[in-house]
């Protein structure tokens, strides 16, 4: 019997480095956007029967694809699982929502408990998989529950069922979170929207704004060695800034971001992250971790 053929709206040998905020890798053998639950579930079921692998890309804002590409199905959700609803003191969110875009329809209602996602370019999927963090705020306080989605259907999962630990939660590969909800505080749009304000100019001043980059290369280690310094700084006292490999290079303003300056490939990508992670290991002797997550075979050139 012939593989069914794939929904309406599926294409095939789809270039997705732009989907990637650092624009490096190559296509995916399948590629949809998913703009509603049926839309979403007709495609699960679509991969399962045919056997292929499902990944999602949010804003791709921590994602490095492989420069030979991704086998199986990338998703992308958007329309109505990208929207944001306000009722009351909460808000419903597609996954493929922005977290900037969330945090500032939560400011004009005077809601407070997502500001922090004012600095974080991803979606609300993302920042699940994630458990995106930024100056204190915890995404696990604010979200009240999340929508997973596989073939098999939907599960609701709250925070505590999350397994939430430093950039990782249980959220598996084929998973998709569709939706979530945010339980805030009523407080007053001013002081939001000021809060907002503060973040964003905070982070002007400490990052370099306006480049490729996939934000945190490496995890923050809490290897007692490492006698609390972070990753930025170790690779920066290992002389790490405007260290460079073909297109890819460490920020001369901030060490763990790595900037596509032209013309990078994933692989640029990789071997400058190994002459960070060699120069920090051997000046420092803690071995880095990445934080960056991975589409399709990434072999990191370390083991
Ligand atoms: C300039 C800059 C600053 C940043 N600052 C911060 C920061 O302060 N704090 C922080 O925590 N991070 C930060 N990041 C990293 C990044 O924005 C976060 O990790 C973000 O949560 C990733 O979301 P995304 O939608 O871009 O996910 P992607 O990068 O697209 O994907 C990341 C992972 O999540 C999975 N995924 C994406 N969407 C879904 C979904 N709907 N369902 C299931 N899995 C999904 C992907 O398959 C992948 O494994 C920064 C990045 C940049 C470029």
Redesign the pocket.
């Known amino acids: 019997m012939s593989a069914p053929a794939p929904p309406d709206g599926v294409r095939q040998s789809f270039p997705i480095a732009r ?4 624009r490096t890798g190559g296509d995916a053998e399948f590629f949809a956007r998913a703009g509603s639950d049926g839309e979403l579930s007709e495609l699960l079921r679509w991969a399962e029967t045919t056997g292929v692998a499902v ?9 490095l694809i492989a420069d030979d590409g991704v086998a199986g199905l990338v ?1 992308k ?1 958007d329309r109505e699982l990208a929207q944001v609803e306000l009722d009351g003191t909460q808000i419903a969110c597609g ?2 929502a ?2 900037p875009a969330v945090a500032a329809a939560a400011a004009r209602a005077g809601l407070s408990g997502i500001e ?1 996602g004012v ?17 204190g705020g915890e995404l696990a306080r604010a979200l009240a529950w999340v929508d ?1 989605v596989t073939a098999a259907g939907a599960e609701r999962r709250t925070p505590s069922q999350l397994g939430f630990a430093y ?1 990782r939660s249980n ?1 598996a ?1 084929g ?4 939706r979530a909800c945010f339980a805030l505080a009523q407080s007053d749009p001013e002081t939001v929207t000021a809060m907002l304000a503060q973040m964003r100019a905070r ?1 002007h001043e400490a ?1 370099p704004q306006g ?1 490729r ?4 290369t490496f995890k923050n280690p809490d290897d007692p060695v490492a006698q609390g310094r972070s990753a930025g700084i170790l690779l920066a006292e290992a002389g790490c800034n405007g260290l460079s490999v073909g297109g890819a290079r460490f920020s001369p303003k901030h060490a763990n ?1 790595i900037e596509n300056t032209g013309g990078a490939s994933t692989a640029d990508v990789l071997a400058v992250m190994a002459e960070g992670r060699r120069r920090v290991l051997e000046h420092f002797g803690v071995a880095l971790e990445p ?1 960056v ?3 399709g075979d990434v072999r990191v050139p370390w083991s």
């Open positions: 989907l990637s905020t650092v990944n999602v890309v949010g804003s791709g804002s921590n994602l998703l959700l996954g493929g922005r977290l922090f600095n974080i370019p991803g979606t609300v999927g993302g920042a699940v998989r994630m458990n995106a963090n930024a100056y997973v950039r959220i590969t998973e998709v979170v569709a982070r990052q480049i980059t996939f934000g945190s971001f934080e997550q991975t589409l």
